[in-house]
């Protein structure tokens, strides 16, 4: 009867232990939801003369040609756009395949499946594709536009409210009787 009630208890923790799993695996998906909705990616043509920017699901969100790229022709123009939408859309499908990966794992092997379908489209290799991947995660992330500190001038924060829940009540009375 022990070992019965033994192997339940044994089942039963690692029923909890699979269901504590998914709710860590998912704990993070409104942070992925909202990476994935500032995702943008960028490409230019060798030249600089076209510029495309896109985000997630490859939305274009900008084009921007330089008078010089204009003034190469019409078919010039083309061939440099479509090649330069090619890449930005690219970069976007590997920059969230790469956020769900980090999220998720990558049990299906989706980053692979990713890198070979492009391979495969923009006439390239995997590896290629692969530095391209590894570049993109290793770029440090850009803060030179944010402040670190607070101004002089900004007011600070306001004090919380003296209300609260009972446990805020007990902690400020447990100091308030300590002074």
Same mark, same amino acid.
């Given at each position: 009867?022990?070992?019965?009630?033994?192997?339940?208890?044994?089942?039963?923790?690692?029923? @909890?232990?699979?269901?504590?799993?998914?709710?860590?695996?998912?704990?993070?998906?409104?942070?992925?939801?909202?990476? %994935?909705?500032?995702?943008?990616?960028?490409?230019?043509?060798?030249?600089?003369?076209?510029?495309?920017?896109?985000?997630?699901?490859?939305?274009?969100?900008?084009?921007?040609?330089?008078?010089?790229?204009?003034?190469?022709?019409?078919?010039?123009?083309?061939?440099? %756009?479509?090649?330069? %939408?090619?890449?930005?859309?690219?970069?976007?499908?590997?920059?969230?395949?790469?956020?769900?990966?980090?999220? #998720?794992?990558?049990?299906?092997?989706?980053?692979?499946?990713?890198?070979?379908? @492009?391979?495969?489209?923009?006439?390239?290799?995997?590896?290629?594709?692969?530095?391209?991947?590894? @570049?993109?995660?290793?770029?440090?992330?850009?803060?030179?536009?944010?402040?670190? #500190?607070?101004?002089?001038?900004?007011?600070?924060?306001?004090?919380?409210?003296?209300?609260?829940?009972?446990?805020?009540?007990?902690?400020?009375?447990?100091?308030?009787?300590?002074?």
């Amino acid at each position: 009867m022990a070992a019965e009630f033994d192997q339940l208890i044994a089942e039963f923790e690692r029923f @909890q232990s699979g269901i504590r799993n998914v709710d860590d695996r998912f704990a993070g998906l409104d942070a992925m939801q909202a990476q %994935l909705t500032e995702l943008r990616a960028s490409a230019s043509s060798p030249d600089g003369g076209v510029t495309v920017v896109t985000g997630p699901g490859g939305a274009v969100l900008d084009v921007k040609f330089t008078d010089a790229a204009l003034a190469k022709g019409p078919q010039a123009l083309s061939a440099a %756009l479509m090649s330069t %939408l090619r890449e930005a859309v690219g970069e976007a499908a590997r920059q969230q395949v790469v956020l769900v990966r980090d999220h #998720l794992g990558d049990e299906l092997g989706l980053v692979d499946q990713v890198l070979e379908t @492009q391979a495969e489209a923009f006439g390239t290799t995997v590896e290629e594709l692969r530095s391209k991947l590894t @570049q993109e995660e290793a770029a440090p992330e850009d803060f030179s536009d944010q402040r670190v #500190l607070r101004q002089a001038d900004d007011a600070p924060p306001a004090p919380p409210a003296r209300g609260g829940s009972a446990g805020d009540t007990f902690l400020r009375n447990l100091f308030d009787e300590e002074d």
